[in-house]
Nanobody
C-alpha cells in the first residue's frame, strides 16, 4: 500500500510562488511515475505535471508549462511541484498521484494511488 500526503498549499497573491510537497510511504516509491493534478470548484480534475521514476522525463499541461516545475527526491520519497508566476486561475485543490506501472500518462485512470490534496488559492 502507498500513502501520499501533500503539503505546502496556501494563499498567495497573483505573481507569487508556492512549492508543494508530496511525501510517500510504502513500497517501491522510487519506481513509480508520479503526477500532480488539480481540481477547481465546479470543474473536473485536470492533469498538471508528471515525472518518471528516474526523474529523467517530465511533462506538463500547456496551462502551466514554463511556470511550474515537477521534481522528485527518491532518497526522501518526496515529489515536489514548484509553482511560479501564479495566476488566479491556478486556484484549486492540488493532489499528487502515483502510477505503479510507469505509464507516464496525463490520464487520471493511469494512477493507482492518490493523496487527499492541498488547497492553493491565488488572489488577484
Amino acid at each position: 500500500q502507498v500513502q501520499l500526503i501533500e503539503s505546502g498549499g496556501g494563499l498567495v497573491q497573483a505573481g507569487g510562488s508556492l512549492r508543494l510537497s508530496c511525501a510517500a510511504s510504502g513500497r517501491a516509491f522510487s519506481r513509480f511515475t508520479m503526477g500532480w493534478f488539480r481540481q477547481a470548484p465546479g470543474k473536473e480534475r485536470e492533469f498538471v505535471a508528471a515525472i518518471t521514476w528516474s526523474g529523467g522525463s517530465t511533462t506538463y499541461a500547456d496551462s502551466v508549462k514554463g511556470r511550474f516545475t515537477i521534481s522528485r527526491d527518491s532518497a526522501k520519497n518526496t515529489v515536489y511541484l514548484q509553482m511560479n508566476s501564479l495566476k488566479p486561475e491556478d486556484t484549486a485543490v492540488y493532489s499528487c498521484a502515483a502510477d505503479q506501472w510507469g505509464r507516464f500518462s496525463p490520464a487520471t485512470y493511469s494512477y493507482d494511488y492518490w493523496g487527499q490534496g492541498t488547497q492553493v488559492t491565488v488572489s488577484s
